[in-house]
């Protein structure tokens, strides 16, 4: 009997140690399967962050290049308006151009030919916003008007 007992002692540690093995080499397989993949995530998440760093800057720069052509924009040669007569908002549109106001001012010019125009810069691909397109459409259907707010302060 003690041959029985044994050999049972002894399949068992075979079994128990067979099944270690066997574990073990497929935790490392599985191990090494994660490995891969999140060394795959990590090179992706690089590759993505450095992707969203070069569109930033290169949205950056075009904001800056737009906000120096509104400003720049009445020296240059692409504009068609004296730039005396260009009155700088920068919100929600660029430029009120009194168009003819100088000449008047100065004595040459003539009332009817006096102009009011509201111009916005855009440069590249740049597009009028929801806003200006809004200021455009009211100007079209002549929602538009002159007022004169007095304010008078009195001595108490």
């Known amino acids: 009997m ?7 002692i002894g399949a068992g540690i075979g079994i128990l140690i067979t099944t270690l093995i066997l574990s073990n080499s497929r935790n490392g397989r599985i191990k090494a399967e994660y490995e891969q993949y999140i060394t795959e995530l990590e090179l992706k998440h690089q590759q993505d962050l450095t992707q969203a760093q ?3 800057v290169n949205t950056s720069r075009a904001v800056l290049k737009g906000k120096m052509a509104e400003q720049l924009a ?14 700088f908002l920068g919100d929600p549109i660029d430029y009120v151009i009194f168009n003819g106001y100088t000449d008047l001012r100065d004595g ?5 030919d006096l102009e009011v125009i509201l111009v916005d810069i855009k440069s590249g691909g740049a597009r009028l916003t929801k806003g200006q397109q809004a200021i455009a459409e009211a ?5 538009i008007r002159f007022e004169t707010i007095r304010i008078d302060f009195k001595d108490e």
Do not use: N, T
């Open 2 to 8: 003690s041959i029985w007992i044994a050999m049972l």
């Open 54 to 56: 070069k569109r930033s």
């Open 74 to 87: 009445p020296i240059l040669p692409e504009f068609p308006y004296l730039p005396s007569d260009a009155k």
């Open 108 to 112: 040459a010019g003539q009332v009817d």
């Open 139 to 143: 100007i079209k259907q002549g929602r």
